[in-house]
């Protein structure tokens, strides 16, 4: 699991030396680098003068439209951690020569900030912990599993279900995605109604904050164990591994994907769809995918056999038209595999969950909202014939609530968006390299956008932190607590305080930073005379 748990560094250490920290700005990097190669072994830094910096940079970037020379990289060096005492030492050095970290586990941040930065001037190094933190560890007596950041959710998917097929874990879609900052945001996927997030099923956490401490939930107290399952990565310090508790799931479960043109009622259909998702029994969700072509792709994941979901679905969505042919009965690790089957080349079905390169080649823009009102017939009428009937449409995800979001409170984790949410939209806009350079897709995203403010949450309008979009805002310079307000509390709400209060008791002096990470909050009284 995690070797070299023991801290290479004393807290009384840790304690002297934090008194007295380099500025940020000011580091020109050669100290940090003497300081790495003095606490871990040469091979796991790569520099820009290494041979294979680029590759090592390029491993697990998804966005491609980020590899170009105006991307601002990492300067200094990609620190690829064996163990926790080097991630132990990429923080003790950074802080002692005045060096920013950035970490990476999958590569999937849509804006990219866990290896670049956005202002061209930053000089900082990143801890890619996808390059070797990868185990997961499964306790069948338990129920429970370890899992390192670097790991994806397709390998946990594999080798929870590997140990046990009668148990699983509520986690997203897509199987490349990083542990790490997957869970640091959410976790939305097709068994959240059943189950939760994947945040409301970690129980435990191992972390380097930033005083170079490693530290479990005991030895970080509970507002940050309560901070880092959900508030956004790159904010709290560096959480290595997860505990997370497993959940139970059938031998077999059913899927179906029902695709409905317009002339096929597409716009009734879905229209009627916002009204019955969020309430349908938990063991049965059904997401949408809106699609250039003007369709709708209706996708299930039901906990039960093909006939008991079409009597469900007669009961609970007769228009939809669901019959026993549109059946796929599965075990469910092959339900969290099958929408990634033109990926597989060799091997079975469930072993395209361990191909990290399963992307798309297409640059993209993501940008999100959350529906608390069924929206209106008429303008799901008008978004199918206008916004997707032109150049540079995309698609849009509709993925629903209710169930056991319900039952929990917004302030339980930082993730707000809870009881009263019918779903999550999630737009994604795709162009190649060649052409337009994305004039269009920009183009219709942003429009889209402008026009469904009308009809999703308002004061604030709500995003979710792990669909990040710099659109909605950013930090200042100094990063204030008032500059992160204009995002923050697009993506927590009322939760926003509370995660900058935490910020300020274990990193007071914003260490660990970007573009949207929390800033600390010191809370000031008033002596009355």
């Known amino acids: 699991m995690l070797r070299g748990l023991a801290l290479a560094f004393s807290v009384s250490f840790f304690s002297c030396y934090l008194t007295s920290v380099p500025s940020l700005a000011s580091s020109d990097g050669h100290g940090f680098l003497q300081c790495l190669r003095e606490k871990m072994p040469s091979e796991l830094v790569y520099t820009q003068s290494s041979s294979n910096f680029t590759d090592v940079l390029f491993s697990s970037i998804k966005n491609p ?229 003007q369709q709708a792709l209706f996708q299930a994941l039901y906990f039960g056999t093909c006939g008991a979901l079409v009597a469900t679905m007669g009961e609970q969505f007769p228009e939809l038209g669901m019959t026993s042919a549109d059946c796929q009965q599965m075990t469910w690790l092959q339900s969290a595999a099958t929408p990634f089957l033109s990926f597989a080349s060799n091997g079975t079905l469930e072993e395209v969950l361990l191909d990290r390169t399963a992307w798309t080649s297409a640059f993209t823009k993501a940008k999100s909202d959350y529906v608390l009102r069924a929206i209106p017939k008429a303008a799901w009428k008008e978004i199918f014939s206008r916004w997707f009937g032109m150049d540079g449409a995309g698609d849009i995800i509709l993925e629903p609530h209710g169930g056991f979001m319900d039952s929990v409170p917004a302030a339980a984790r930082p993730y707000p968006h809870r009881n009263g949410v019918l779903y999550v939209i999630q737009y994604i806009a795709y162009w190649q390299q060649q052409g337009d350079g994305g004039a269009a897709a920009k183009s219709w995203i942003g429009g889209l956008y402008d026009f469904m403010g009308q009809h999703v949450s308002t004061n604030p309008r709500r995003a979710y932190v792990n669909f990040r979009d710099l659109d909605i805002g950013q930090n200042d310079d100094d990063g204030t607590f008032e500059s992160g307000k204009v995002w923050g509390e697009r993506y927590f709400v009322g939760n926003y305080r509370r995660l900058a209060a935490v910020k300020a008791g274990v990193d007071p002096t914003n260490y660990f930073r970007n573009e949207q990470s929390i800033p600390p909050f010191m809370e000031t009284t008033t002596q009355v005379i």
């Not at 956005?118 to 912990?129: G, N, T, W």
Request: aromatic fraction near 6%; charged fraction near 20%; include cysteine.
């Open 65 to 293: 439209k980020f590899f170009t020379t105006a991307t601002v990289s990492p300067r200094l060096c990609i620190v690829t951690p064996g163990d926790a005492s080097h991630v132990q030492a990429a923080v003790v050095c950074g802080r002692r020569q005045g060096v920013r970290l950035r970490v990476r586990s999958g590569g999937h941040d849509y804006e990219g900030l866990s290896y670049r930065s956005v202002r061209p001037s930053e000089v900082f190094a990143v801890v890619d912990l996808g390059a070797s933190l990868l185990a997961v560890r499964v306790d069948r007596i338990e129920s429970t599993a370890w899992v390192e950041s670097g790991a994806t959710i397709g390998e946990l998917y594999y080798a929870i279900a590997r140990n046990d097929s009668r148990v699983a874990f509520p986690a997203g879609e897509c199987p490349t995605v990083g542990v790490g900052g997957h869970f640091s945001g959410g976790g939305i996927g097709m068994m959240t109604r059943k189950h939760g997030l994947a945040v409301d099923k970690i129980v435990d956490a191992k972390m380097v904050n930033a005083n170079g401490e490693l530290l479990d939930r005991a030895g970080m107290g509970e507002d940050l164990f309560w901070a880092i399952r959900g508030g956004g990565g790159g904010s709290f310090g560096i959480v290595l591994s997860w505990k997370v508790q497993l959940v139970q799931v059938p031998p077999t479960v059913t899927v179906f994907n029902i695709g409905r043109m317009v002339d096929q009622g597409a716009v009734d259909i879905l229209t009627r769809w916002q009204h019955i998702a969020p309430s349908l029994p938990s063991d049965l969700t059904i997401r949408v995918l809106v699609q250039q072509g």
